[in-house]
């Protein structure tokens, strides 16, 4: 073989300088900087097409595409200089233009979601152990393993000792460990959606207040209670997850707090234990002010104003009713005498699995009772993490956030489409003519 490979180099080599040699003089001077050129052309173009696939993995500049694209097609570049996908993007490539043909294009999504096409990434995540549920029952599950493979070492080792109680007894004891899981989860996830209710209703009340403070309220009255309503849902989600004592400029929600208040508000929730009470406080001593009357208001104006300003007390009221909602979930917990229970008797039953089915497996035990107690512990761990909705957690999936975002949003331009108020700089400005509401007028008969 060593001798063909040389032979075949030397006759490449003897038709290259055939071809050299019938170059005429003329063209031999020009062949080197031909040459140069497309070699500099084929580099260029090398390097623009690796810096835009670096860039961006979807081509977003569309200069850069048309260049690479032009390159391909003049023949600067081949086919076979493409970067070549990975055998593991191809994967979720396929199965994402599958799941994409059978069930449409992703919806917009106001937060995480799981869809069908997300299985390879959910996988891959959970191969390279970067799950949130893997970290948090790794330790459990490294025990479990450890006693796996010291009762698989046993069986093999010293068969004629090894203790083997039978598989009657894990039978009979899954049914009720199945049991205990479920209600565990399903009482955790009642919790979860219970919590999301409530914030639903928030922005039920919410919504309710920012559409009728600006005609029951005097323009002044009514926008200092606006600027307290664009506060609320924000400081209700400072005290639900655990930074109720931190100052409002502390927090990570201090660019969206800070400029609907003035420094005495500031100092005043930063006093109480409760901010959002606090809130609802200053919205309170608005509305049973004089501020909340107009001047010179007169009992027949009064009279004609009552029935919106209950509704504004009432919903505040809400607010209140909310708040303490929220505040049953995150202090009252799931007992703690049933959490422990299910936990003992589900680290007994698994370090007891190896002796039923180390005899029947062997080795092969070993990887058998990890997916086992892996599928099991994580059921268990989905129930604790659910049970704390507001603060265990990650990604704020309950959308705390995002409910005071909505809030903000929806009374801002309430407030600027009714009152011409910018809520924010405290401005005053005409509300344009094609916004503003004009009666019908009703001929007479």
Known sequence: ?????????????????AQGSSLTGLQRQAAPKTAAATFGRRRLATSTLLNTRRQSPVLDQPAAATNVKSSLLSGDVKPQNKLRESPLGKIRTVSKKLATKAIGARPATSGPRYTSYDWFKNLRSLLFLKSDILKRI?????????????????????????????AIGHTLSGAALSLMLVFRTNSAYDRFWEARKILGAVVDNSRGLARIAPTALPPQAAADFGRMLVTFPYM????????????????????????????????????????????????????DSQQAKYPGEDPAKTLEM?????????????????TGACERIQGCPVPLSYSRHLSRYLTIW???????????????SIPVITLICWSLFSIEEVGHMIEEPFFALPYDQVQTKRVADVIKRDTVAMYKQQLGVDLATRQFQPVP?????????VPAS
């Open 138 to 166: 790794s330790s459990h599950l490294l025990f479990n393993i450890v006693v796996a493979a010291l009762g698989a070492a046993w069986f093999h080792y010293y068969p004629e000792t090894f203790f083997n109680p039978g």
């Open 236 to 287: 209700l989600r400072i005290h639900l997850t655990g930074r109720g004592q931190q100052k409002v400029r502390d927090t990570s929600d201090a660019p969206d707090v800070v400029p609907f208040m003035d420094e005495n508000q500031i100092r005043t929730v930063d006093s109480y234990f409760s901010k959002p009470f606090a809130t609802l406080s200053m919205m309170n001593k608005i509305l």
């Open 350 to 364: 698994s370090a007891t699995l190896p002796f039923v089915l180390a005899p029947l497996l062997g080795w092969y």
């Open 1 to 17: 073989m060593a001798a063909l490979s040389r032979c075949v180099l030397l006759l490449g080599a003897l038709a290259l300088a």
């Open 306 to 322: 009552l029935p919106q300003r209950q509704i504004l007390q009432r919903n505040v009221n809400l607010l209140a009713a909310n």
């Open 433 to 441: 003519p094609h916004e503003q509401y004009a009666p019908v007028a």
